[in-house]
Every structure is written in structure tokens, then in C-alpha cells.
């Protein structure tokens, strides 16, 4: 399952990898947005599948998961979809300031 999961990431962060080097800006905050599912799902790879109770006092139970991997990748959640959150709302104030969301235009270049 961790082998099937971790070619899973693999995919995600060649796509990320590509939408990221892209010229447009909507791209490049869907590329951002892959490349943190793609960490998450690296995260429990590297965990791996563990068996076992849950981590409480009180339970007659010989063995006990791990609960720090799982909150690192809620927390990481939380920030990424912050960090998605923030982006869309730049890319779509600059695009209604600028009207373009071409990379090359938005930094002034006067190439074209």
C-alpha cells in the first residue's frame, strides 16, 4: 500500500512540477496546491500502515498508533489550504487590477 501511495505523490509532484514552471498564474497556484497533496501523501507513506489501538489511557490494548503523524498532516492541511486560499484571492485581485494573468506582463517586461 505505502509503494502504491508513494507512486501516487510521485504523479502529483511531476504535474505540480510542470503546472508550476507554466506562464499563467492559475496554473502555477494549481501546481502549489498538487505539490502540498502530494507532500500529505508522502507524509503517510513515510509513516507507513500501522496497526493497532488507539492511543488512550485506560485500554487493555499491547500496542498503540503513533497520533503525531496524523496531526502533522492536518496541520499541514490547514496551512496549505490557507496558503491556496491566499494565492487565488492575489491572482484574481491582480488579474482584476492588471487584466492579465500572464507571468511575462506581470513582470513588466515591454519584450512584447
Known amino acids: 500500500m505505502e509503494i502504491f501511495i508513494t507512486l501516487i505523490a510521485g504523479v502529483l509532484f511531476t504535474t505540480a512540477t510542470y503546472l508550476i514552471l507554466s506562464k499563467t498564474l492559475l496554473r502555477i497556484i494549481i501546481g502549489l496546491s498538487l505539490?502540498?497533496?502530494?507532500?500529505h501523501l508522502m507524509l503517510m507513506a513515510i509513516n507507513g500502515l500501522k496497526k493497532g489501538a488507539a492511543p488512550l489511557l485506560g485500554?487493555?490494548?499491547?500496542?498503540?498508533?503513533?497520533?503525531?503523524?496524523?496531526?502533522?498532516?492536518?496541520t499541514s492541511i490547514v496551512i496549505s489550504f490557507a496558503l491556496t486560499a491566499f494565492a487565488l484571492v492575489l491572482g484574481y485581485r491582480s488579474y482584476q487590477e492588471?487584466?492579465?494573468?500572464?507571468?511575462?506582463?506581470?513582470?513588466?517586461?515591454?519584450?512584447e
Open 98 to 111: 492588471l487584466g492579465t494573468d500572464d507571468m511575462e506582463k506581470l513582470r513588466g517586461r515591454d519584450d
Open 35 to 39: 505539490f502540498s497533496h502530494g507532500v
Open 59 to 74: 485500554q487493555g490494548a499491547t500496542s498503540y498508533t503513533d497520533p503525531i503523524p496524523q496531526g502533522l498532516i492536518l
